[in-house]
């Protein structure tokens, strides 16, 4: 048999029963007593709510990755990807460019149509059972739509653009595709909150009031400038909160949910926004930046390494060895060092939530608001408290809100 085809068969039922052994671990680690300081949060029939909101939530994902696996196996097995090849190259018969394009376009929306029914089914009958959702159809679809237009838009081209290099630059490719990726990327960090994000969400100025000045106050003892606090419309979507700090120098801005404001009183919202700050204050933001830049240069290099590899190709009984489909069959191969490289961003994700708190802690005096909120937010969302080691290891990159709320009880 093929090595690259056990190698791959076995990258892919490998992920499939890690993801299902984690799962078990983390539904059998479900604690059934309420953890001690949430009783002012969390009733306990709302308790078990969550409890069994993670049990449906954790089924209904290893049901979809159950159909999507041995549909990938099957598809694969079968030599799929040779025939979305040869029609491609049936409807485009000159630039290899162009093929590309339709080859990957093609599987990308097969990939949306096979999990479309499961994210409707999450949204309209998961989510809503237990009070989260509030998109209906129409928002649904719009979203679709502008989430596809907007990925042709942009990425048609950026991957036009990396096609071009391997075809043309020789070894020196991915050094051209890297450079231009990551261009690409730190350009898109200064756009997206002033062109992207609006295409989906309402964004307002915070009308005056406490909040705001509240805000602003504590910004500019800590000499953080901004170009506003805005609040956004995720109430359009569901009851879940959030907050977060969006662009760099002048397009810098405070983003609060409507659902967030509603549920919290303003020293609760500005201890969220000074653990925000915190990020930013300890260069986390730059130290992701500078992993993504240096993780994309890796994955770029060894793409050269398997581009154009027969072997790899006969693996996926391909007529035709080509440049895009050396891209599309090495994201395969590249899963577990992806899996890896995620592990370590989540462990320092983790660490740097712990430094954010501190510095909130620290910086704004009021831990006891952080903590608060926190307990809020976790039982708004119905927060999993008590998730396994193991879980919380390979996929979380926050740390549980126990730990965190241990974590700050020392600055009272």
Same mark, same amino acid.
């Given at each position: 048999?093929?090595?690259?085809?056990?190698?791959?068969?076995?990258?892919?039922?490998?992920?499939?029963?890690?993801?299902?052994?984690?799962?078990?671990?983390?539904?059998?680690?479900?604690?059934?007593?309420?953890?001690?300081?949430?009783?002012?949060?969390?009733?306990?029939?709302?308790?078990?709510?969550?409890?069994?909101?993670?049990?449906?939530?954790?089924?209904?994902?290893?049901?979809?990755?159950?159909?999507?696996?041995?549909?990938?196996?099957?598809?694969?097995?079968?030599?799929?990807?040779?025939?979305?090849?040869?029609?491609?190259?049936?409807?485009?018969?000159?630039?290899?460019?162009?093929?590309?394009?339709?080859?990957?376009?093609?599987?990308?929306?097969?990939?949306?149509?096979?999990?479309?029914?499961?994210?409707?089914?999450?949204?309209?009958?998961?989510?809503?059972?237990?009070?989260?959702?509030?998109?209906?159809?129409?928002?649904?679809?719009?979203?679709?739509?502008?989430?596809?237009?907007?990925?042709?838009?942009?990425?048609?081209?950026?991957?036009?653009?990396?096609?071009?290099?391997?075809?043309?630059?020789?070894?020196?490719?991915?050094?051209?595709?890297?450079?231009?990726?990551?261009?690409?990327?730190?350009?898109?960090?200064?756009?997206?909150?002033?062109?992207?994000?609006?295409?989906?969400?309402?964004?307002?100025?915070?009308?005056?009031?406490?909040?705001?000045?509240?805000?602003?106050?504590?910004?500019?003892?800590?000499?953080?400038?901004?170009?506003?606090?805005?609040?956004?419309?995720?109430?359009?979507?569901?009851?879940?909160?959030?907050?977060?700090?969006?662009?760099?120098?002048?397009?810098?801005?405070? #983003?609060?949910?409507?659902?967030?404001?509603?549920?919290?009183?303003?020293?609760?919202?500005?201890?969220?926004?000074?653990?925000?700050?915190?990020?930013?204050?300890?260069?986390?933001?730059?130290?992701?930046?500078?992993?993504?830049?240096?993780?994309?240069?890796?994955?770029?290099?060894?793409?050269?390494?398997?581009?154009?590899?027969?072997?790899?190709?006969?693996?996926?009984?391909?007529?035709?060895?080509?440049?895009?489909?050396?891209? #599309?069959?090495?994201?395969?191969?590249?899963?577990?060092?992806?899996?890896?490289?995620?592990?370590?961003?989540?462990?320092?994700?983790?660490?740097?939530?712990?430094?954010?708190?501190?510095?909130?802690?620290?910086?704004?005096?009021?831990?006891?608001?952080?903590?608060?909120?926190?307990?809020?937010?976790?039982?708004?969302?119905?927060?999993?408290?008590?998730?396994?080691?193991?879980? #919380?290891?390979?996929?979380?990159?926050?740390?549980?809100?126990?730990?965190?709320?241990?974590?700050?009880?020392?600055?009272?």
């Amino acid at each position: 048999m093929n090595s690259f085809l056990v190698i791959i068969l076995s990258i892919l039922i490998g992920s499939y029963l890690v993801d299902l052994i984690i799962e078990y671990l983390n539904l059998n680690h479900l604690q059934e007593d309420l953890p001690d300081g949430f009783s002012d949060f969390y009733s306990d029939k709302e308790y078990r709510k969550s409890q069994k909101y993670l049990r449906e939530s954790t089924i209904f994902g290893l049901v979809q990755s159950s159909v999507s696996t041995p549909l990938i196996i099957i598809f694969l097995m079968m030599g799929g990807f040779n025939y979305i090849d040869l029609l491609a190259r049936k409807i485009n018969s000159g630039s290899t460019i162009t093929t590309g394009l339709i080859f990957t376009g093609f599987l990308i929306f097969g990939s949306q149509i096979l999990s479309l029914p499961f994210s409707i089914y999450d949204t309209f009958v998961i989510e809503e059972k237990y009070g989260f959702n509030k998109t209906n159809f129409k928002t649904y679809a719009l979203d679709f739509i502008k989430g596809t237009l907007i990925s042709v838009i942009i990425g048609g081209p950026i991957l036009a653009a990396i096609f071009w290099f391997f075809e043309r630059t020789g070894n020196s490719a991915w050094l051209y595709a890297w450079t231009t990726v990551t261009v690409f990327q730190i350009i898109l960090m200064f756009l997206a909150p002033v062109v992207l994000m609006p295409i989906f969400n309402k964004f307002t100025s915070l009308e005056e009031g406490e909040l705001k000045s509240d805000i602003e106050e504590y910004a500019r003892k800590e000499s953080f400038q901004l170009k506003g606090v805005y609040k956004m419309d995720g109430s359009k979507r569901s009851t879940k909160s959030n907050a977060f700090f969006t662009g760099f120098g002048k397009f810098r801005r405070i #983003v609060l949910f409507d659902t967030l404001i509603e549920k919290h009183p303003v020293d609760e919202l500005v201890a969220i926004l000074a653990h925000e700050m915190g990020h930013f204050k300890k260069k986390h933001i730059h130290k992701f930046i500078l992993i993504s830049v240096i993780s994309t240069g890796l994955m770029f290099y060894i793409l050269s390494v398997f581009m154009n590899n027969q072997i790899l190709f006969d693996a996926f009984k391909m007529e035709n060895v080509s440049v895009y489909a050396s891209m #599309v069959f090495f994201g395969f191969l590249y899963a577990p060092i992806s899996m890896i490289i995620s592990i370590v961003t989540n462990y320092l994700s983790r660490k740097y939530e712990f430094e954010a708190d501190q510095y909130a802690a620290e910086t704004f005096g009021k831990p006891e608001s952080l903590i608060n909120a926190l307990k809020k937010l976790s039982t708004d969302n119905l927060s999993n408290l008590a998730p396994h080691p193991l879980k #919380v290891f390979v996929e979380y990159s926050h740390p549980p809100v126990l730990q965190r709320i241990k974590a700050l009880e020392q600055f009272n």
